[in-house]
């Protein structure tokens, strides 16, 4: 057992590709056993992640689970893991929504099905990776390499123009993700002239000096990687068509996880690297981040297409994330984080019940639904919780996140926490009516009179999501508890280059006097 959880990440890192070996033999035409083997084994995944939440030390901002040992030793590269309590709940998310989006694609899912579970296996184990890892080269290349899974399950079991959607994607996302990567080898060269050592330890480039002009630079290289990825406004317009054409089980996997590493960037690497270009241009991204909660909602609330609305609010709420990570308090971060948390379960459960209508009714524009609530009365319970959690009502994990997050940023920013605000308000216009049309304008449709509720499958699918929504909503201390330290130590390791910063606009200020 003491092995075992000693080198528990690398187990949850490579026991999907371990499950890949598993479902090789299997024959391609017995679906049956491979969507069945494929789910179990993802859940025992799930399980054994858990394992993170009750071992991990709440009380304590340092790495755990720490794994490490020398890989190419003469360019300083190391297999260095470690979480903290950001990645503890990341992870966590990761591992269910995987199990949850292999549960949702039985009904979707009918070609080349064993392709699909070892994709998505694949898929998980490079996420976890790019979670887990605290070397540089090593999470670029989990981060690069989940590139590929996901480009197939777009291009492969998508709708529509989904081969365009696929490029669209990888070009996008490719195209930050080099830029970053050269901001990234030049800190790293950089603490090589400096100390003599090669290393791509996350831990020690953090204490690199880069003077204020090139911070700035090299924080722009790294903002294009990241908000590529989140994608902040204006870098959106690869998420519309990838979440659209995406299957069901993709589009959950892309609101649910992959938007979170652009956040997870900044915290991890951007900001800490680069302190003081960092609050230098908070303005800037808060200005950015307010237009995208903005914008998100007004094109949510003109969608005809039921899954482009989810798509777009996801602009929205990540909106909110950022508002909340460049606020740069304590409660607008742990705001952040959480809310990181209640995205994927909140927006992947809406995903999922848009995933059921389509399978049912073979259509997605929401004037061809209608009276769905006299016939299906449980998926219209779970579908109203997924879309109040959604809005942030209180009592459901949204509000607890956005409430953080907007408290936390007003004390800085009063003006634009404001403006930002409101688009709680759109959120509520937008998904209430979409609801309304959906559940009980007049039936339009035919499809819709032999509209069948959820079946069991599709209830084990969605409950977890549903008792997160309210086990987070009424209790988030034992998330907050495991947050909070880490968010403390961040703040305290860059507020001295925020003093920095600050004694610096003073000065340029009284001498342009």
């Not at 960092?278 to 005809?304: D, M, R």
């Not at 086990?471 to 201390?477: K, Q, R, S």
């Amino acid at each position: 057992m003491d092995f075992f959880i000693k080198h528990l990440l690398s187990v949850l890192i490579f026991f999907p590709v371990v499950s890949i070996f598993l479902l090789l033999p299997v024959n391609k035409k017995n679906e049956w056993l491979l969507r069945n083997l494929s789910t179990f084994l993802s859940l025992v995944e799930f399980i054994f992640s858990l394992y993170l939440f009750i071992y991990f030390r709440p009380n304590t901002y340092k790495f755990q689970f720490v794994e490490k040992f020398n890989w190419i030793p003469s360019f300083g590269a190391s297999y260095f893991l470690g979480i903290d309590g950001v990645s503890l709940f990341l992870i966590l998310l990761t591992t269910l929504l995987t199990f949850v989006s292999l549960l949702s694609s039985y009904r979707y899912i009918k070609t080349h099905v064993k392709e699909f579970v070892i994709l998505m296996l694949l898929l998980e184990t490079f996420m976890l990776g790019t979670f887990a890892a605290l070397d540089v080269l090593l999470f670029y290349l989990f981060w690069e390499f989940m590139l590929i899974p996901m480009y197939f399950i777009i291009g492969m079991w998508g709708t529509g123009n989904r081969v365009y959607s696929a490029v669209k994607f990888v070009l996008y996302t490719l195209s930050g993700s080099l830029i970053m990567l050269f901001g990234l080898i030049y800190i790293f060269i950089m603490h090589y002239d400096q100390t003599g050592n090669f290393t791509f330890n996350i831990l020690r480039l953090y204490n690199t000096h880069i003077s204020d002009g090139l911070q700035l630079i090299l924080f722009i290289a790294l903002f294009l990687g990241f908000a590529i990825k989140i994608p902040l406004f204006p870098f959106h317009t690869w998420l519309p068509d990838a979440h659209t054409e995406a299957p069901t089980a993709g589009s959950v996997i892309l609101a649910g996880v992959l938007l979170k590493f652009g956040v997870y960037g900044f915290f991890r690497f951007a900001i800490p690297l680069l302190p003081r270009a960092a609050f230098a241009l908070a303005p800037f991204v808060i200005v950015l981040s307010v237009i995208g909660i903005l914008y998100g909602a007004f094109v949510s609330i003109v969608q005809k297409d039921l899954k482009r609305l989810v798509a777009f609010s996801s602009v929205s709420h990540m909106g909110f994330i950022m508002l909340g990570l460049f606020a740069m308090s304590a409660i607008s971060i742990d705001g952040s984080v959480i809310q990181l948390l209640n995205h994927g379960i909140a927006t992947g459960a809406l995903f999922l019940f848009v995933g059921m209508l389509y399978e049912r009714m073979h259509t997605r524009q929401i004037k061809d639904f209608g009276g769905i609530a006299k016939k299906a009365p449980i998926f219209t319970a779970f579908f109203m919780i997924s879309v109040l959690a959604s809005v942030g009502l209180p009592g459901l994990n949204g509000f607890i996140g956005e409430f953080l997050i907007l408290v936390g940023a007003f004390r800085s920013y009063p003006v634009l926490t404001i403006i930002g605000a409101s688009g709680i308000i759109f959120a509520a216009v937008y998904l209430l009516w979409m609801f309304q049309r959906v559940m009980f304008q007049d039936v339009t449709n035919p499809a819709a009179e032999n509209f069948e509720d959820m079946n069991l499958r599709e209830i084990i699918t969605i409950l977890p999501l549903i008792i997160l929504m309210f086990l987070i909503g009424f209790y988030p201390m034992p998330f907050l508890e495991r947050i909070d330290p880490t968010v403390l130590h961040f703040l305290s390791a860059i507020n001295h280059h925020k003093a920095v910063y600050n004694l610096i606009k003073l000065k340029t200020g009284l001498s342009n006097a």
